[in-house]
């Protein structure tokens, strides 16, 4: 090729090098998605956890895989729970309503396992379909020695 002009292999380079640079941005979790994987300890085990989707899947609060309405039981449940403490007067942030949903006991999807466990057990809290292997006892025992739901406790601010 002649003539001054930008080679084809030169603008495919350019192209790569620039989509590999936006990749972290376009792979980002959304914000209480990420609060909800550190509040979880979901963290933990993947060092590329942020860029890893399948740490937490939309469909932990959403119906669809994508996100976006309409919210599975678990995501109607959250609501529902901001919706309660404002209602006492509490202007609560993400990972406090977060905690106040799972000290409560619930079991939004109605599979016999309540949220917390869930969580724990890290299958969906918001569908039937998915549930933990263990039994209930037996899961119940292991998330107490855990330290039960102050595990997910959200964490004091720095002072």
Request: proline share 6%; aromatic share 10%; with cysteine.
């Amino acid at each position: 090729m002649s003539g001054g002009g930008v080679s084809g292999r030169a603008l495919a380079g350019a192209f790569a090098g620039l989509l590999l640079l936006s990749a972290p941005a376009a792979f980002a979790l959304p914000g209480f998605r990420k609060a909800a994987i550190q509040q979880f300890h979901y963290d933990r085990e993947n060092p590329l956890w942020e860029l890893d989707r399948r740490v937490m899947a939309c469909t932990y609060c959403h119906v669809r895989e994508a996100g976006g309405a309409p919210w599975n039981p678990f995501g109607q449940a959250l609501q529902a729970q901001f919706v309660k403490d404002a209602r006492a007067g509490q202007r609560q942030k993400f990972p406090q309503v977060l905690h106040d949903l799972l000290k409560a006991g619930q079991d939004a999807d109605g599979d016999g396992f309540t949220d917390a466990l869930e969580v724990f057990a890290r299958t969906l809290p918001g569908d039937p379909k998915s549930k933990p292997e263990q039994s209930v006892a037996d899961l119940q025992a292991a998330f107490e020695q855990a330290g039960g739901a102050a595990q997910y406790a959200p964490a004091k601010a720095k002072k």
